[in-house]
């Protein structure tokens, strides 16, 4: 099965943060799937987070969007799964997905692992008998 990735692993790769080395051999070893939602959720987060300009960004990414990642255009049967996923999902209080997070659960859920460290999304997705691959997070803490 291809993993599918969140936001969150491109975000780390891009950043050196303690999931890069995992998300590096992810990539070389997999074809790995990525909702384009979520790709745009990665790409805004670095340029508007963390001041990375498209320059930048195309320069990291591209070879990597070359032969590793594939990035899926959103149809509507994950469309209406993502938006059932976050009604079901979504707590203001402790359990805050986006919107985002259910476009990578649905996907995944035409064949996973899902590749996060959010812990709310790890948590929705095996409510729904997704395998998570977990990455830790920017303090090295998995979900």
């Known amino acids: 099965m291809r993993p599918i990735l969140d936001a969150f692993p491109l975000v780390a790769f891009a950043l050196e943060e303690p999931a890069t080395a995992e998300v590096e051999l992810?990539?070389?070893?997999?074809?790995?799937?990525?909702?384009?939602?979520?790709?745009?959720?990665?790409?805004?987060?670095?340029?508007?987070?963390?001041?990375?300009?498209?320059?930048?960004?195309?320069?990291?990414?591209?070879p990597v969007l070359r032969g590793a990642l594939t990035v899926m255009?959103?149809?509507?049967?994950?469309?209406?799964?993502?938006?059932?996923?976050?009604?079901?999902?979504?707590?203001?209080?402790?359990?805050?997905?986006?919107?985002?997070?259910?476009a990578a659960l649905a996907t995944a859920q035409d064949g996973g692992p899902l590749v996060t460290a959010d812990p709310p999304l790890a948590r929705a997705a095996r409510a729904e008998g997704v395998e998570v691959l977990a990455l830790p997070d920017s303090r090295g803490r998995r979900p």
């Open 73 to 102: 255009a959103m149809d509507r049967v994950v469309a209406w799964r993502a938006a059932e996923l976050r009604r079901r999902h979504y707590r203001r209080r402790g359990s805050e997905l986006s919107l985002a997070d259910c």
């Open 26 to 62: 992810l990539l070389r070893r997999s074809d790995c799937v990525m909702s384009a939602v979520n790709f745009a959720e990665a790409i805004d987060q670095l340029g508007r987070v963390h001041g990375r300009d498209q320059e930048q960004l195309h320069a990291l990414f591209d």
